[in-house]
């Protein structure tokens, strides 16, 4: 089977394609899919993360995957954030430093995770921030890894992809799993059959709500994202199942898609251009973002 590749980006039709990839590509097993990039005039780099949900989900099938007909300037970047190399193409280096890796982690991989922040998140036009919020901002990070590890059902990795757009000032940073998605998770755990993924995600994204099952709190890493977003100007998406949820500024929208995304992508997009500073009135809650 050959997959038209249009323009990919990070917004509600490069999602809503990736959903399409995965249905006509669901019951397809140890075949050949050729990702044809003949007709993709651009690819937001972060967009790896959610694609590799699809192709690792077609290899586990016993596919065999390839990309055909990459444009120069994708090839470029997607050599520069490594992720060709899970096609055994080369790489470039990145002389701007504008690439966040294309990485898979292990579920347990939480050092590793933490490390990768360490390594690639700092420097890149993210606002300033006192110790004690940047603490807490990669403490949310790490929570929607955990969630990727704790609700996706699956042992399959995690996939962290991120890019720095200098000329739009803004910083993408990108995790993505291919599990059973937000919307299976809530519904087993409020027992509610009637709930969709838009409903789903909505309740995951309540302050305090969680599926977690023991004494370890939860939901506390969306609530100080969707603080620091709305006060930053930048963009929060949560990708699940059919769900597409977006929060941009204080506005938020959640719009079903028509195909089923395999997993869950969660998107947090900063805008790079803010010159404030950020802190925190107290550590104990993120509503004393100022």
Known sequence: ?????????????GFSSLAKFAELTK???????????????????????????????????LNIVTI????????IV????KFLTVFNMETLSDHFQTTHPFKTFKPHATEQFNDYVNAYLHGKGIPSMSKALSKRFQQSLLEIFLN??????????????????????????????????????????TRRKDIDS????????????TTKTTH????????????????????????????????SGSASICEKMDNDFP???????INTDDAKAYSLQSELTSRDIF
């Open 148 to 189: 990727a590890k704790l609700h996706s059902d699956s042992d399959s990795s995690i996939f962290v992809c991120g890019q720095l757009y200098r000329q739009k000032h803004k910083l993408d940073f990108t995790i993505a799993d291919a599990g059973v998605g937000i919307w299976e998770n809530v519904r087993r755990y």
């Open 263 to 269: 997993g869950t992508c969660v998107n947090i997009e």
């Open 216 to 247: 370890q709190p939860g939901g506390l890493g969306f609530k100080l994202l969707q603080d620091f977003i709305q006060k930053n100007q930048g963009k929060l998406q949560i990708v699940s199942r059919y769900g597409y949820y977006e929060l």
């Open 198 to 209: 838009c409903d789903a995600i909505r309740w995951a994204l309540a302050e305090g709500n």
């Open 27 to 61: 019951d397809i097993s140890v075949d050949r899919v050729d990702l044809d990039f003949s007709n993709c005039s651009f690819f937001d780099a972060n967009m790896t993360a959610p694609l590799y949900v699809l192709i690792s989900r077609l290899r586990s099938a």
């Open 78 to 81: 997607l050599k520069r954030n």
């Open 68 to 75: 055909q007909n990459l444009p120069e300037p994708i090839e």
């Open 1 to 13: 089977m050959k997959l038209d590749v249009g323009t990919i980006r990070s917004d509600y039709r």
